[in-house]
């Protein structure tokens, strides 16, 4: 199991660390920070209250028969051709 180290740097302090990474860390550091964005944002969207709101209406017009899904869509215009 690797050691967690945790720091407190300034961003500038931070921004010269990185400054000294050669391509390929950079790189590795950039995914790193892209998939915690990602998960951090998608953490925030499942939790707002007005897209839970908007899930349940569309879900809502889905059980209706008001709305169709991208790919029911394509399925009835391919059998129409």
């Known amino acids: ?5 945790k720091l407190q740097l ?6 010269q660390a990185i400054s ?3 391509l390929e860390e ?8 892209e998939q ?6 998608e ?3 499942e939790d707002d209250v007005e ?6 209406v569309i879900r809502a017009e ?7 899904t991208i790919d029911e869509y394509f399925k009835n215009r391919s059998n129409q051709a």
């Open 62 to 68: 889905y059980a209706l028969g008001e709305s169709i």
């Open 51 to 56: 897209t839970q709101e908007e899930i349940k």
């Open 1 to 5: 199991m690797p050691a967690i180290v």
């Open 26 to 33: 950079k790189r590795q550091l950039q995914e790193i920070i």
């Open 36 to 41: 915690q964005i990602f998960e951090a944002e």
């Open 20 to 22: 000294s990474l050669d």
């Open 10 to 15: 300034s961003l500038q302090a931070f921004a």
């Open 43 to 45: 953490a925030q969207y």
